[in-house]
């Protein structure tokens, strides 16, 4: 029995689209924008929102901002507090420059950013004692790399609605009280600036419009 396909689907490493989701093993690209999480309390949640994150003094793979694609990771923070007061932000990524850190002692665990690297990255299962989970974990050194895009959980949903009504305002106070905002393609959900549209066509197989940039498409 012959079986007919016709579609595609696209792994991308982010070097070509922002908001990847990558594999707990692939490595960041230099040029990538990637989704990853960030777990908080509710408190701290808004203090970001309103001025931006501060990169911690000191953790185990030195100052900056600690994110993870893992949002198991992220749900885990902060450590000790009850799922009442935990927070986890959906963020935009740019991680340049990347240093992995995978063995006990690395000599570059502390200092990476002073050899020329952006972001320290812990692969997963990486069977360091001082990342015990054995998730995904990074440390982005500059603060302005790392951006709040939306609420992947919170302890309730006032709360919830709460902090992405902060998001947005904060979003459009940014961008200078929306001009120039990024419009959202139908179809594959990109960004797109206003004026500047996405090529559609119809699938020859299906039919069915479709963007040139969609990262999927399987015909019916």
Partial sequence: MSVQFSGWEVVDDGASFSGVDLQPNQK?????????YHGTSVANARLIIANGFKPSSGGMLGPGVYVSRDIKKASNYPLGSSSTDRVV????????????????????????????????????????????????????????????????????????NELKKLISKSSKKRRGGGRGAADVCSLCKRKTQQGSTHTKQKC???????????SKHFCP
């Fill in 89 to 160: 932000f959906q963020l935009r990524v740019c991680p340049g420059r990347v240093k992995r850190i995978d063995s006990a002692l690395h000599p570059l665990q502390f200092t990476w950013h002073s050899h020329g690297y952006d972001t320290a990255w812990v692969p997963p299962n990486a069977g360091l004692l001082f990342v015990p989970s054995g998730l995904e974990e990074d440390c982005v050194f500059d603060p302005k790399r790392v951006e709040v895009v939306s609420i992947a959980k919170a302890p309730d949903t006032t709360i919830e």
């Fill in 204 to 214: 020859w197989k299906c039919g069915k419009t479709i963007c040139i940039l969609m």
């Fill in 28 to 36: 960041p690209q230099k040029r990538g924008v990637y989704k990853m």
